[in-house]
């Protein structure tokens, strides 16, 4: 679905089938009427299918001049809106991972975006969720801007929908540094009350619900909304924040800690985009500096991204000595591509455990080394809200033996990915891959849990803990961190543990179903990232 809606307003598109006008009479004096051509454009025949390549860029509404992401001439052509359906139609049969459960639904039935939406499978995981709940898309634009210069729209909240019915419960996660958010002082932990005179904890007119969303998700910087939090000490913050380009900062809170495991290493990292490479090589130059034995990874909030950057990470970690001769991941794509990747047409290869900086603009590995701790253990902490390429970084550790703790709540479960894909200016995200570890594991899309007594493979050693809000991220003190530097010294979670948070979710499946909901669309950043598996093929030949 688009980042900006919750659900995509679908428009009936109708598809032109060949008439051909009657003649007249007999007995008619005139000329015979000329019969109306029959078109002779691509239609939709049930079970059939074009190649995708055929009908790719011929769009309804043509981009035209320089790209300025690549330097390139747009590649539309004049077409129609059933001709970017029939190409996202063979475009998923071609290279979705489960195509043969997707119905071959009569395209004149939806729009453009509609139609996509559906082109996806309905099956559920073991445990009767969605098996693919990862299916969206996001005008290009959008796309390039956020994963080539890190930038956003909106506030710089990063926030946490704990209930999203009344009494609604909206909590600051954290602010990202320098946003408007950050700059009005408004700590983790603030909790909504009020958004401009509005009772956000209680309102059921759906005007104000109206009003709430605009607000909170505004679509133009310079927007001024007044907001009245609670604090984790009781007291009421009142503030105006304005909207304004949001530089995403990736890694954040580096630290080293003196511990009486040792020296100990800390970062959150939030996101795995392209411009986070050289602040991760950073914070492992000042871990080595600070000799540091000990590592604790805060992916709490990240929600994935290239796969080429965990990769990169997971060898910051691990080091020459434990990668070498193994793979970080391989992909495997659906059965109609066994040995060849569908997208790109190469023969399958895994991806390595990147030892090098990447030059992710020419896709192409460069000569400097990366700095590594060479670990053998390695503490994660984890919420719901960590999918994807997070998961495929403790996932790949695994594959090597490298001792993976998980402190926290269990993972989203996403052991998959795909190429995101232009065509007519939007960019469409379809799972077209499952990932792999080393030792050949990768069935865990019911997320990664962790607990004192491991027994299957997607069960990691670790401590259920509380995403603990009273504490700012970082702090020793806080739930999460706390727990990962007691278990490093002592080997076992300390007692008692909290238990696991039960999801917004399930909080919200058990509201009343007359009291409205907010949406929950999130911010450009979150969706862009969230639960996302890029795969960006790297040419191995440094330069």
Not at 380 to 386: I, K, M, N
Not at 401 to 423: A, F, H, L, R
Request: with cysteine; proline share 8%.
């Amino acid at each position: 679905m688009h980042l900006s809606k919750l659900a995509a307003v679908i428009v009936a598109t109708i598809s032109f089938s060949g008439l051909t006008a009657c003649g007249g009479g007999s007995n008619s004096s005139g000329p015979a009427p000329t019969p109306t051509p029959t078109p002779t454009g691509p239609s939709w025949q049930p079970g059939v299918f074009a190649s995708a390549s055929s009908l790719e860029a011929k769009c309804e509404s043509p981009r035209t001049g320089i790209d300025p992401f690549t330097g390139q001439q747009y590649p539309d052509e004049a077409g129609s809106s059933l001709e970017e359906k029939l190409w996202l139609r063979s475009w998923t049969n071609e290279t979705y991972l489960w195509y043969d459960e997707v119905d071959d639904n009569n395209p004149a039935n939806y729009s453009v975006l509609g139609y996509f939406d559906q082109l996806k499978t309905t099956a559920t995981t073991p445990s009767g969720t969605p098996k693919d709940n990862f299916h969206f898309y996001q005008p290009t634009d959008e796309y390039n801007e956020l994963t080539q210069s890190g930038v956003s729209s909106g506030y710089g909240f990063d926030w946490e929908f704990v209930r999203n019915t009344s009494p609604r419960e909206l909590v600051v996660r954290f602010a990202e540094p320098g946003s408007p958010a950050d700059l009005a002082g408004i700590p983790r932990g603030a909790s909504v009350k009020r958004v401009n005179g509005i009772d956000f904890v209680n309102t059921n007119s759906s005007t104000d619900i109206d009003a709430l969303n605009d607000a909170l998700f505004p679509a133009d910087n310079g927007t001024t909304t007044s907001f009245v939090f609670e604090l984790v000490n009781g007291d009421e913050l009142a503030v105006d924040v304005t909207s304004a380009d949001v530089q995403v900062s990736p890694v954040q809170h580096v630290q080293v800690l003196d511990t009486p495991a040792g020296r100990t290493g800390y970062f959150q990292f939030n996101t795995f985009i392209r411009t986070a490479q050289y602040d991760l090589i950073d914070a492992f130059d000042g871990f080595i500096d600070e000799n540091v034995t000990e590592l604790v990874i805060d992916l709490r909030y990240n929600g994935g991204g290239l796969l080429s950057l965990a990769s990169q990470l997971s060898y910051m970690v691990a080091g020459p000595a434990q990668t070498n001769n193994a793979y970080f991941e391989t992909l495997q794509f659906n059965d109609k591509s066994p040995n060849r990747d569908p997208v790109t047409g190469n023969v399958i290869q895994p991806t390595p455990f990147y030892s090098n900086e990447i030059d992710y603009n020419a896709g192409r590995l460069l000569s400097a080394v990366l700095p590594s701790l060479s670990l053998t253990r390695v503490f994660v902490l984890t919420t719901g809200s960590s999918c994807s390429a997070s998961e495929s970084v403790i996932n790949a550790l695994r594959g090597i033996d490298v001792e993976v703790v998980q402190i926290g709540s269990t993972t989203c479960g996403k052991p998959y990915g795909y190429y995101p894909t232009d065509n007519c200016g939007t960019t469409y995200f379809s799972i077209q891959f499952q990932g792999i570890n080393y030792k050949g594991f990768g069935d865990y899309a019911d997320g990664f849990i962790p607990t004192e007594t491991p027994n299957y493979g997607y069960e990691v050693p670790g401590c259920a803990v509380d995403d603990d809000f009273s504490h700012p991220l970082g702090d020793p003190a806080e739930g999460m961190l706390s727990t990962a530097l007691a278990y490093a010294e002592t080997g076992s979670c300390p007692q008692p543990v909290n238990p696991a948070p039960v999801s917004p979710d399930a909080v919200n499946a058990q509201s009343s179903e007359s009291s409205l909901a907010i949406e929950n669309p999130l911010t450009l950043k979150e969706r862009l990232i969230l639960q996302n598996k890029i795969n960006e093929p790297i040419v191995t030949e440094q330069e």
